[in-house]
Structures are given as C-alpha cells and as structure tokens.
C-alpha cells in the first residue's frame, strides 16, 4: 500500500496487479501539519495533524483508520501557540520492556511530548540547554537505535550523543 499524506486529506492506494488504484472509502479528511513529525513504526504511522476546520493534534493511522491520540491537555497547547506551530519534530524510540515512545517537539513549547504506545499515556521530557542552563524541549532531534544503544542527533551541538539516564543533573 501507498499512503498519501496531504495538507487536507490522507489517501490510500493499493496495488491491485494494475498500477496503483485508490483503495475505496480510504480518504480521511485530516491534513498532516509538519513533515518532519511523520513517523512510520511497526503499529502504523503517527504524525502531527489537523482535521478539516479543526484543531491540530496527534493522530496515529493503522492502517484502517485515523485515530486522535493526544489528550486534550496537549490538543490545547498545541493550538495556543504564539507565534503558531513551526519546525516540529518528532521520531519514535523503541526502551525495554514493549514500551514505543513517540517524541513530539514544537520548540515554541520549549518542552517534548512523549507518548508511550504500550501504556498509552503521556508524559513531558526536558533537557537542561548548555546556552543558558534552563530546561527546555529534549536535546534529542532524531533518534536512531544502533547495537542496542538509543543514540540522539543533539540539537544544540549537533553531535550524536548516546541515551544514559545515569547521567542526571541535579
């Protein structure tokens, strides 16, 4: 399958043994934000959203539908930014113990959103900025996993900087 995501809709198409045809009633009528927010892992696609009309939130699609995730605290934030929604970011990391962890970051917030897909709650996580030592958004932009270490792009040296939660600034 071939999912299309546009400013306004979601599209599907499947590959029938012709080109590539629409799969029917496969429209959502919800828009994708920002790019970079667009995340494929093994249960579906998760990505900042905005339905028609509505409100921008975070959405996962499986596949067969779209559904809302965030929770209308985070909904609400989203939507009461000044200056609005810009440069978003977000990746999905994979800890022990089943837990998918997808990291929504708006820099206007100066916090990451993280959902957890096994719990299916959320929580906030922040990183002390070297600039100004304050908290501010997670220093983590991309993530990858790579001989079972969790290693973050930094956003403010740009250096490759591995996961330890042993390291704790008091």
Do not use: C
């Amino acid at each position: 399958d071939i999912v299309a995501f546009g400013s306004e809709t979601i599209e599907t198409y499947i590959n029938d043994g012709t080109p590539f045809i629409k799969a029917p009633r496969s429209t959502a009528n919800i828009g994708l934000v920002d790019t970079n927010t667009l995340v494929a892992f093994h249960n579906g696609i998760v990505f900042l959203g905005k339905a028609r009309g509505g409100e921008a939130a975070v959405y996962v699609y499986d596949g067969q539908q779209v559904l809302q995730i965030s929770p209308f605290s985070v909904t609400w934030q989203i939507n009461n930014l000044t200056p609005p929604i810009s440069s978003s970011t977000g990746f999905v990391e994979y800890t022990k113990d089943g837990h998918w962890l997808y990291y929504l970051t708006i820099p206007a917030l100066s916090t990451t959103y993280v959902y957890d897909f096994l719990t299916s709650e959320w929580h906030e996580r922040q990183s002390y900025n070297p600039n100004t030592t304050n908290q501010a958004q997670f220093r983590g932009k991309y993530h990858t996993n790579f001989s079972g270490m969790n290693l973050f792009a930094d956003i403010y040296t740009g250096k490759v900087l591995k996961e330890d939660y042993t390291n704790i600034r008091a």
